[in-house]
């Protein structure tokens, strides 16, 4: 992708097996970086998500071009590197309204927050929660367990 | 003086036992819906964490039940996104890459069936939703020979099929409505003849269908594309997309069919038959499968490691499902468990389009709008 290399000269741009491409950008570029996926016509949010890489977090958003005539369009993964408590990055929802729920399912998940996001709540876990990030790589499970059954024994 | 107020209802069905939990919260005035918002996660199994503790095929069962309606092709994404981290190492063969599609298109039209019955349920419609069970059970016959099993059928390997498809299922080009049961090409030759008119005798040409959905639940072109719409909502604002053409995986660059659009800006009779059409594509895609299966027999799994460890890596394989683009994210670490992987779920994309079609409409209208974008709760809450 050309006008990646041009815009951001310093990121790290990589192909994947499938040849899609990713591109991994400084905190204060992301907005701009996803701004310029956009203008060049990705402008389908296809999914958002983070990757716990056990000493810092990644968001990976995957941007794709709806073009009836264009065969074989490869998807754009723009990532970012965040740390694993308390990562604040800015909102993409209001460019990508579709992405929306994918924000607060990465919020729900792993525990980053989206400045400016218009309505940052939980969306799968329930509204209490309060048992930390489950898809954290170091999160236990402080639920109470139910008693596990032995079998019973006649006292000698 | 008197004053009116706005009325806050929970909508959808929350009973376990029900078709999906979904609560959509809807504010009304008077009968008009001034907002609307819906509420997810009764089904939350948290597929994703649960992949991690799991080895690459012990995997393959959990995606089938993230659409149980469509669990062929929740399997294919998956599957086919391990074998793209394998690069060449995997080699699938030609017959497998043929009955993964003629399964995925098989199971396409169940689906659709399911989807459009519920559908005209939901708008007060009975009779079709017990035709569309009629018909489903017959196909639903042939997955349990091939598969062993009804809805969940943990079919797919890396690298190739379970086994082969079983002896005299592919059935003569002359098989009729007495071998639906038994035959893939009797039950085509049924579903072209009869259950295809019948539907368009039934529900679409139906008056009363009609003044429903026409008019009702309008998705601009532009707007389906930015709330990340895929598959039958996004053909039906009259965008010429289909993964399978524009993005072709398997051997379906070697299929012949149409892509069915809708109007530009597209209400919900035109998400109904962009679904209608789409399944008389999916019988065409069938047939050119059976006629390639009947004269090449061959092997259907290939040489696969007996553990299976990806090299490092990761994958973004996107296929175009029943209900709209299902993806798979898988990252590989290079051991024996997957490191993550994620599921885009068309269907939890699609409910986002809901505080954007209500308002304005109806209340009953909030249940043609909510059929028209056809969810599966479970692959909504994965």
Known sequence: MDFLKEKFPQAQISNLVNGDTEILVDLKEYEEAVRACYDAGFTFGSVLSAIDWKERLTLV???????????????????????????HV?????????VNFHERETYDMYGVRFDGHPNHRRILLPDNWQGGFPLLKDFVDKRPKRPRLVRHRIAE | MEQTKELLVNMGPQHPSTHGVLRLMVKLDGETVTWCEPDVGYLHRCFEKLSEAKTYPQVIPFTDRCDYVG???????????????FGDAIVVPERAQYIRVL????????????????????????????????????????????????????????????????EGIIGAETDGEDKAAETFWGFINYFDSYVVPQWDGLVTGNRIFQWRTMNVGRLSA?????????????RGSGVKFDLRKNLPYSVYDRMEFDIPVGKED?????????????????????KQCLKWLAENPGEVMGKVPRVLKPPKGEVYHRIEGARG?????????????????KYRSPCFTHLQVMPLLCPGHKVADVIAILGSIDIVLGEVDR
């Open chain 2, 325 to 341: 683009e299902i993806a798979c994210y898988v990252i590989s670490d290079g051991g024996p468990n997957p490191f993550k992987v």
């Open chain 2, 266 to 286: 597209g209400d919900c009779f035109d998400r109904w038959s962009v679904r209608m059409k789409e399944m008389e594509q999916s019988s065409r895609i069938v």
């Open chain 1, 90 to 98: 800015p909102s993409i929802a209001k460019l990508y309204p579709g």
């Open chain 2, 103 to 166: 399964m995925a298109e098989f199971q396409r039209i169940a689906s659709h069936l399911i989807g459009l019955g519920s559908a005209a349920m939901d708008l007060g419609a009975v009779t079709p939703f017990l035709y569309a069970w009629r018909d489903r059970e017959k196909m639903y016959t042939l997955f349990e020979r091939i598969t062993g099993a009804r809805m969940l059928y943990n079919y797919l390997r890396v690298g190739g099929l379970r086994n082969d498809l079983p």
């Open chain 2, 71 to 85: 669990a062929i092709l929740n399997e294919q994404v998956y599957v086919e996104a391990v074998e793209k981290l």
């Open chain 2, 222 to 234: 532009v707007d389906a594309i930015a709330y990340g719409s895929s598959g039958p909502v996004l």
């Open chain 1, 61 to 87: 958003a995957s941007l794709c071009r709806i073009d009836p005539a264009e065969v074989g369009c490869k998807t754009i993964h723009v990532k970012v590197d965040l740390p694993r408590a308390g990562a």
